[in-house]
């Protein structure tokens, strides 16, 4: 089944939907990995419910500086043509619990994040990032969702590569369209499938989105209404539940499978 990559500006609600849909994920029987791979985002594992494990994915891997090492014997030419930090396929059964951490069918892992002023970019991250997709294998009823930084940043570190399909998180503003008009393009030259979620719209925002991206040729594939209640969830940083969205997130996770 699809490993899916969610994409949006910042505060478009892109964690909220990666949130709702593992949760969904889990009620029909599936098995969901959720993966941060956003450096600064520091709530989502209270939002899905599943603490951090003991390490980040870079942690595991022997941390920043072991990571960059690799990288620049790369660059010095002694290395393959492209660094690789996993050399064999792996399922979801057979990544450590050092990075990742279950409860029940829904599991949670860190790529990395910035942990000290002036460390450096966060290019590392998305270099590993990047290779762990390559080589993760899924079946049958297994789902991995990625949650990003904001913009556009992951596609030129190369994470769509690993990835079935882009889903872009829309907001009601003129910015999360240009945005998601990019998006579209870049992922259509990484050859992956695109579609649009709007998110935190009413009936007249949604109806202008919806005619801003037929215009660009942009495939709406699920809509989230505004909700006053997620909102004030949100804000409380607990586990996020919205019970009227149930019926958009079937529709969606349909038209993805």
């Known amino acids: 089944m699809p490993k899916i990559v969610i994409s949006g500006r910042g505060g478009c609600g892109k964690s909220t939907l990666v949130t709702l849909m593992a949760k969904e994920l889990k009620e029909q029987g599936k098995t ?11 709530g989502l594992a209270a939002m899905i419910g599943v603490k951090p494990a003991e390490k980040t994915l870079m942690d595991y ?10 990288l620049m014997a790369q660059i010095r030419g002694e290395e393959n043509e492209r660094a690789e930090f996993f050399m064999e396929n792996s399922g979801l059964s057979s990544l450590s619990p050092e990075f990742v951490n279950w409860n029940g069918s829904l599991a949670l892992m860190q790529i990395g994040k910035i942990e000290h002023t ?5 290019c590392p991250m998305g270099a590993i990032a990047r290779d762990f997709l390559n080589h993760l294998t899924v079946e049958e009823d ?13 596609f030129g570190r190369g994470i769509v590569e690993g990835a079935d399909s882009v889903l872009m ?6 910015d999360a369209v240009l945005l998601t008009e990019k998006a579209a393009e870049l992922t259509e030259e990484a050859g992956k499938n695109f579609g649009a979620v709007l998110n935190k719209v009413d009936e007249k925002t949604r109806l202008i989105l919806e005619e801003m991206l037929a215009a660009k040729n942009i495939m709406i594939k699920g809509i989230l209404p505004y909700s006053s209640t997620l909102a004030q969830i949100n804000l409380q ?5 919205m019970p009227s969205a149930i019926e958009e997130l079937d529709k969606l996770i349909t038209v993805i499978t």
């Open 169 to 174: 998180v829309v907001d009601p503003s003129n």
């Open 237 to 241: 940083g607990e586990s996020l539940d």
């Open 142 to 154: 297994q789902w991995v969702l990625i949650d990003t930084e904001a913009g556009v940043e992951h």
């Open 32 to 42: 969901v990995l959720v993966i941060d791979s956003d450096e600064s985002n520091l």
């Open 61 to 70: 891997l022997g941390g920043k500086p072991a990571v960059m090492d690799k």
């Open 118 to 122: 002036l460390e450096g970019c966060a």
